[in-house]
């Protein structure tokens, strides 16, 4: 059986933020109360250990980049002799990359982005 909402939770708004969310829940087809509920629940909050992790995901990914300019660098400069199978097996190392940072789950628990 599902807890009983019993609580009542206040908070400040502007007129024009009251309209939008109210029009945003019609359009959704569901109570105000319930899309709040639902954008509350998909909310991250950030502790400073997680972060700590997003910025060391973001300094990841730039590498990353930088890796993907030096290969497309390389390529355009050496377009004659630009073998395929290294430029493609750098590629594929990038991909794996990414694809494991995408997996990394923050320390809070909650998937990130």
Do not use: C, Y
């Amino acid at each position: 059986m599902p807890e009983r909402r019993t609580a009542v939770v206040t908070a400040r708004v502007s007129a024009t933020e009251s309209a939008d969310w109210r029009a945003k829940a019609k359009a959704a087809g569901v109570p105000l109360s319930a899309l709040i509920r639902r954008a509350m629940a998909r909310t991250r909050t950030w502790t400073a250990r997680a972060a700590e992790v997003e910025r060391e995901r973001t300094r990841e990914v730039s590498r990353i980049g930088n890796n993907l300019n030096q290969i497309a660098r390389w390529a355009n400069t050496h377009k004659g002799a630009a073998e395929a199978v290294e430029v493609l097996a750098r590629l594929v190392s990038i991909d794996r990359a990414l694809t494991a940072l995408a997996r990394f789950e923050s320390p809070d628990g909650d998937d990130a982005p």
